[in-house]
């Protein structure tokens, strides 16, 4: 089976992650993850969530993946304990102390090997082979070739690679820029993506001058990556021996989950049943927000190297999400996310490829009371939208930006 893993830094976006095809989620607790910056979840919330997802038929990873200190070992054995008896399915690590914490304690959860373990040969994927880990979460920095050769010398051990998602500047995410310039640790997970921010560089001996480097009015981005997009080229890695194709975005928004998981759901369907991946799937990754895109070091380092500020904020907003279809009114009832009107025009995002990408003009809307109202504009207000689409929960409702 090839495993689509999902980024879930909430329950809100482990249920969407779930509704539009991840046949896996990771998700960080409250510590020992390296996404603070996300709600996360805590003991009982880690408990629902492992429940859902197995209800559902998903599996539920727990990333334990910061770069241990002493005193990050004080509570691990309790909280292994725990992750075990609620049936995590995995526990993501890249420490060799935590490691051997994970092999003393865990008998019926397996131990991946996290991106953060910098594995980037097949001599260190068979020594942790060896010391029991189940699956390896490549280097983004491998190419497609190294990964074959890998799979053809350790054949035992699974093999799991990002995908989609924002790069790093350093290696496989081990950095100190964060905390030098601000204390803050991105190998504790308190990254503030300090390669993300504006800088300018001057020449101290010529009176502070500024040098341009590919400069626009803004900054120079030198330090700031563009995105990874494997959606076409899914089928190299899979004959390559990749098991799990993995989605980075813990930090994004449930939007953005929704859009990703929906194209490389399909794209990976298409492949099995020896299609190419469609091209109005590789048009879907334009609508949220994302940087240009790269395949990063998987074809040569060439493209890998690019690196610009063309953040965009993608080219169509989420509006609302789907809470159920009233068959009796004849429409459905969202949740509103951002503004909109009688005389707007929504597209479906949707699992259902009967209703992906068709079109709602919003001629009828009512709230709870049955009252009719053309402006949409309370946050998470319930609303009833007319509609010939019986759409399900959580599918989502968008509008296209208009650029002025």
Known sequence: MIELLAPAGDFNKLKTAIHFGANAVYVGGSNYGLRKGAKNF????LSQAVEYCHS???KLYVTCNIVAHNNDFDGL??????LESIGVDAVIV???GIVGFCKAILKNTEIHLSTQANTTNKYAIKFWADMGIKRVVLARELSVAEIKEIKDFVPSVELEAFVHGAMCVSHSGRCLLSNFLTRRDGNHGDCVQACRWEYTIHEVKNDNKKLILSEDERGSYI???KDLNMLANLKDLLDAGVCSFKIEGRMKSQY???TVVNAYRKGIDSILNGENVPQYLLAELAKTAHRDYTTGFYYGESDSISYDNNQTAGEYEFMAEVIEYDSTKGGIWVEQRNRFGMGDTLEILSNDERFLNKNIKIDVMENTDGEVFEDAKLVQQKLFI????PLTKHDILRKKVVKC
């Not at 805590?42 to 919330?45: Q, S, T, V």
């Not at 054995?77 to 725990?82: C, H, Q």
């Not at 007319?386 to 689409?389: A, H, N, Q, S």
């Open 386 to 389: 007319k509609t010939e689409y």
């Open 42 to 45: 805590n003991n009982d919330g």
């Open 94 to 96: 890249s420490d060799a």
């Open 56 to 58: 559902k038929g998903v």
């Open 256 to 258: 953005y989950v929704g």
């Open 77 to 82: 054995a309790e909280y292994l304990e725990f």
């Open 223 to 225: 330090l700031n990556s």
